[in-house]
């Protein structure tokens, strides 16, 4: 084992003394600064936009004028018209009650308006809960709100939209009758959705990265965070893979091609050992540049966006019962997730280097097939080629894999790890054969 490690000491000092190894790390560095820079260009671009100001008041007359052209319903007329003489923008709660009251097109507002007057919300729940025909989820809500004192103010507006999560899913549940799922909806997943809201809602932990957006989905400012770039940042990984991919493509073949592998061969040390030593070297340095950059994001996103909501939990249901964990380590649980086609593709290129001198080949075939690997598999799980779940390349993601976002039926995490687990037998196989049996 000694001599082993002796032999990794040795290819670490040959990967590392490579300026190409140096210019790597620093393009790691450049990556993390330039993710951080963009998401910073784009909070100050929406905050500087000038968005002209609302008229709330010629919106609802535009609306009315609609609903009386086409003989829509007074009752409605009358809401809008009541919106306009009382000031009442979007901001404010009784615009929501109404628009929800209002939406099927059978709403009334004669029982409710003393209440909506005196800008009263415990007296319309209590009205709206003793009087009105309501779905399951309002009959919740109405009640919830009255036993822990929570108006539909905008200064709730977190635990407004928690409440209006387990609504939601409580409507949705109450129209399944026995049925386990309706369209995309499942029972239990909503059941666990209602879990983690109550959950969020009981023990006053409104902010969950859980439902954190990615760079490239946000629209305002305020939800461009920390954790908004950090999590982004697990796109990386693939510049990490293509950097690995280099250092495997060479690793063997430029032992050939620069007649330097005569002086490995002279040791008393069989040649499977050589060979694993830089295999192990490959897949070692790949995961250092990966914590380089894990480590270089934490600093730099912090110092251009602030640390705001770094303490922030991840918050989900696993089991059935709901948990949660520092947001830092579940980022580092998707980093390790997505270096799994930085192993795979490393490996693909290490057993092509073993066969080849051509240090070019090795790298150019490894890059072109990571890049249209994934392309050729979602288009043949398009076109409905159900054996495509069979291919590497179908089976690299495997934080989507896990949470079910598979285009492949039946596609489990077990399977998954499984097909991984026999390319990879057969890459390191063929690499044994091509170095044990190359000539010199």
């Known amino acids: 084992m000694a001599r082993f ?7 670490y000092i040959k990967v590392f003394k490579k300026l190409s190894t140096k210019i790597m790390i620093v393009l790691i560095i450049i990556c993390a600064l330039g993710l951080s820079g963009i998401a910073l260009f784009a909070k100050h671009n929406m905050e500087s936009n000038n968005y002209s100001s609302y008229d709330a008041t010629g919106d609802y007359q535009q609306t009315i004028d609609w609903l009386k052209d086409t003989n829509g319903d007074p009752n409605e007329i009358a809401m809008w018209q009541y919106l306009i003489d ?14 929800a009251i209002f939406a099927d097109g059978t709403g009334d507002m004669s029982g409710i308006k003393k209440y909506l007057d005196d800008n009263d919300w415990r007296g319309f729940c209590q009205y709206r809960l ?8 309002e009959k919740w809500e109405y009640q919830y709100r009255l036993d822990k004192d929570i108006s539909f103010d905008k200064s709730n507006e977190k635990k407004n939209d928690l409440i209006m999560t387990v609504a939601n899913a409580k409507n949705t549940i109450a129209t399944m009758g026995d049925a386990k799922s309706d ?4 029972r239990a997943k909503l059941e666990d959705n209602i879990k983690l809201a109550l959950y969020q809602l009981d023990n006053d932990k409104l902010d969950n990265t859980a439902n954190q957006m990615t760079l490239f989905e946000t629209s305002e400012p305020e939800q461009i965070t920390f954790w908004t770039v950090f999590l982004t940042s697990t796109s990386l990984v693939t510049v990490v ?8 493509g060479g690793i063997v073949s430029s032992e050939f091609s620069q007649g330097t592998v005569k002086f490995l061969l002279i040791n008393p040390v069989k040649r499977w050992k050589i060979l694993m030593s830089k ?9 250092i540049m990966l914590c380089i950059l894990f480590v270089v994001m934490i600093p730099i996103t912090g110092l251009m966006l602030g640390f705001d909501g770094f303490s922030t939990p991840y918050i989900y249901v696993s089991g059935g019962d709901v948990k949660e964990m520092p947001t830092l380590l579940y980022a580092a649980e998707q980093y390790l997730m997505k270096s799994v086609e930085m192993v795979v593709m490393s490996t693909l290129a290490f057993a092509i280097s073993s066969l080849v001198r051509s240090t070019a080949l090795a790298i150019g075939v490894s890059v072109f097939t990571m890049c249209i690997g994934s392309t050729v598999t979602q288009l043949l799980g398009q076109l409905g080629q159900d054996w495509a779940r069979f291919l590497v390349f179908a089976n690299t993601d495997l934080a989507s894999i896990s949470k079910g976002y598979s285009i492949f039926a039946q596609h489990s995490l077990t399977f998954a790890i499984g097909v991984l ?7 390191l196989l063929t690499a044994w054969d091509g170095f044990t049996k190359r000539s010199v």
Do not use: C, P
């Open 5 to 11: 490690f002796r032999l990794v000491k040795n290819e």
């Open 183 to 186: 369209g995309q909806n499942s």
């Open 86 to 99: 009382n000031d009442i923008d979007s901001d404010d709660w009784r615009y929501d009650v109404l628009s």
């Open 130 to 137: 003793d009087n009105d025909i309501l779905t399951e989820g």
């Open 421 to 427: 687990i026999a390319h990879m037998v057969v890459f």
């Open 279 to 287: 295999y192990f070297t490959v897949i070692t340095v790949g995961y």
């Open 241 to 248: 893979a293509l950097l690995a991919i280099v250092i495997a």
